[in-house]
C-alpha cells in the first residue's frame, strides 16, 4: 500500500509541472523535483523567447517608453526647479551643452558628457534643462517628495527616475587597484574580454563558480561562505574597496587580491550580484562567454531588460542559501550543454546589442524623447543652483 501510495505521488508532482507544459518529457524514472525545474524553466524560456531587432538599439527601446511614461504630459520647468538638489543641472541651448560649475564626482559628469556630446554632433536638439544624477542611488521616489525628470544609471521598480547608459560605459568606473583611473572604455574592454574568451573556450575553462568584488551588499555573503565550506566548487572572495578598515568589512577575512574582468574568463560560472545599486560587474562578464549567474531581480540599467532569464542567464534568487546555490551550480556541472548554449546566447546578445553605438544612440532617442517632452523656453543660466547665486555654467563645446 505504501508503494502505491509513493508512486501515485510522484505521478502526481510530475503532472503538475506537465499539464502546464506541453511535450513534456521529464524522465521519470530519475526525478528529481530541484533538477526537472531548471530544465523545465530552461525549456519554457527558450520556447517562448522572440529575439529583439538590433538595428537602432530597437532592443532597449521598451525600457524608454516605460520611464517616459510618468512624463507623457510633459517636463516643465517647474519641475527641474523642484528636483534641482538631486542632480547635476545641465542645459542644452542652441545644441550646445553648459553645465553647472561644481560636479561632485568629475569624471562621472565627463563620462556623461561624452556620450551627450556625440548626440550633439549629429542630430539638433531643442533647448532644454536636464537634472542629471550621477550618484549611485535613484532620486525619485513616488511615494515620498516631489515627481520630476532625473536621470540616473540605476532603479529599482519603486523609483521614477529615467534611465541613461551608465558613465562607466566611456570613464568614471570604480577606481580600484587593477583599474585605478577607474573602470571605463567598454568598447576596449568588449574587446579584450572577447579575444579572452576566445582563448580559453568552454572546455579548457575551470568548472567552479566565481566572484571577487568588495562587500557593497551582503547578498553576496551566501556565495563567499560557500566558496570557505566547498573551494572545489567555488572561488568566491571579498576585496577591499576604499571604505575598508578591518577584516570585519571582508567577512571576518583578510581580503583578497583583485582579479581582472579578463582572468574571470578563466571559470564556467561567474556570479553577478547588485551593490549600492547595480553593479558595472554585469554587462563584461557575458563577454567571457561564461555562464552568468544573476542574483536578484531589483536592480536595472537600461540593458538589463533585454537579457532573458533562463535564456541569456541563470536567475537566482537574492535570498538563496549557500545549500541553495549549491544545488544549482552542481546543475549546470553536471549539464554542461544547457549551460554552454546559455553562455553563448549571454554573449551574442550583448555582443549584438551593447556596442558602443547602441549606448550612442540611447542617449540619442532618449535626449530626443526628453526634448519632445519639454514645454518651457528657458534662458542661459535661469535656474539658480544656490540661492543668490550668480550665474554659474560653464560650456562645453
Ligand atoms: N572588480 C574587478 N576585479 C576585482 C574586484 C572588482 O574587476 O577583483 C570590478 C568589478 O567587476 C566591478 C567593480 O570592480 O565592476 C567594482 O566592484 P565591487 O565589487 O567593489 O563593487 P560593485 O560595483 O560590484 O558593487
Known amino acids: 500500500l505504501l508503494f502505491i501510495c509513493f508512486i501515485t505521488f510522484s505521478l502526481r508532482i510530475n503532472s503538475q509541472y506537465c499539464e502546464k507544459k506541453e511535450n513534456c518529457d521529464i524522465d521519470k524514472s530519475n526525478y528529481d523535483e530541484a533538477t526537472n525545474l531548471i530544465t523545465l524553466n530552461i525549456k519554457d524560456a527558450v520556447k517562448s523567447y522572440i529575439p529583439c531587432k538590433s538595428e537602432n538599439c530597437s532592443c ?13 504630459t510633459g517636463i516643465t520647468k517647474d519641475m527641474i526647479k523642484s528636483l534641482r538638489s538631486h542632480g547635476i543641472i545641465y542645459q542644452i541651448i542652441n545644441n550646445k551643452i553648459y553645465r553647472q560649475k561644481d560636479c561632485n564626482f568629475p569624471s562621472r559628469c565627463s563620462g556623461v558628457e561624452h556620450f551627450i556630446k556625440k548626440v550633439l554632433k549629429k542630430v539638433k536638439l531643442p533647448n532644454m534643462d536636464l537634472i542629471i544624477n550621477v550618484r549611485d542611488y535613484p532620486q525619485v521616489y513616488p511615494h515620498h517628495g516631489p515627481i520630476g525628470p532625473v536621470l540616473s544609471f540605476s532603479k529599482t521598480k519603486d523609483y521614477q527616475d529615467i534611465m541613461y547608459p551608465a558613465w562607466s560605459f566611456y570613464e568614471g568606473g570604480p577606481a580600484i587597484k587593477l583599474y585605478p583611473t577607474g573602470l571605463g572604455r ?8 572577447k579575444s579572452e574568451a576566445e582563448k580559453i573556450p568552454w572546455n579548457k575553462k ?47 577575512a583578510e581580503p583578497a587580491e583583485e582579479v581582472s574582468l579578463e582572468d574571470h574568463c578563466k571559470y ?54 549557500p545549500e541553495d546555490l549549491k544545488i544549482l551550480i552542481n546543475y549546470f556541472k553536471h549539464h554542461q550543454d544547457e549551460a554552454q548554449e546559455i553562455a553563448e546566447r549571454g554573449f551574442e546578445m550583448i555582443w549584438k546589442n551593447l ?24 534662458k542661459f543660466c535661469d535656474i539658480k543652483i544656490r540661492p543668490f547665486m550668480k550665474c554659474s555654467f560653464n560650456l562645453f563645446k
Do not use: M
Open 60 to 72: 532597449h527601446v521598451n525600457v524608454l517608453k516605460r520611464d517616459f511614461e510618468p512624463f507623457k
Open 186 to 193: 567598454f568598447d576596449l574592454l568588449r574587446e579584450s574580454l
Open 206 to 252: 575551470k568548472s567552479k563558480a566565481f566572484f571577487r568584488g568588495s562587500r557593497t551588499s551582503d547578498e553576496r555573503d551566501a556565495l563567499v561562505l560557500l566558496s570557505r565550506s566547498n573551494p572545489e566548487l567555488v572561488d568566491a572572495q571579498y576585496t577591499k574597496n576604499q571604505a575598508w578598515k578591518s577584516p570585519a568589512d571582508t567577512l571576518n
Open 268 to 321: 564556467k560560472f561567474l556570479f553577478n550580484y547588485r551593490g549600492v545599486a547595480a553593479s558595472f560587474r554585469f554587462k563584461h562578464l557575458f563577454l567571457c562567454k561564461s555562464l552568468v549567474f544573476h542574483v536578484g531581480d531589483e536592480w536595472q540599467e537600461f540593458f538589463y531588460d533585454s537579457l532573458k532569464p533562463w535564456v541569456h542567464y541563470i536567475p537566482v534568487n537574492s535570498k538563496s542559501k
Open 355 to 378: 556596442k558602443l553605438e547602441d549606448v550612442e544612440c540611447y542617449w540619442r532617442r532618449l535626449l530626443r524623447q526628453y526634448g519632445r517632452l519639454f514645454k518651457d523656453n528657458i
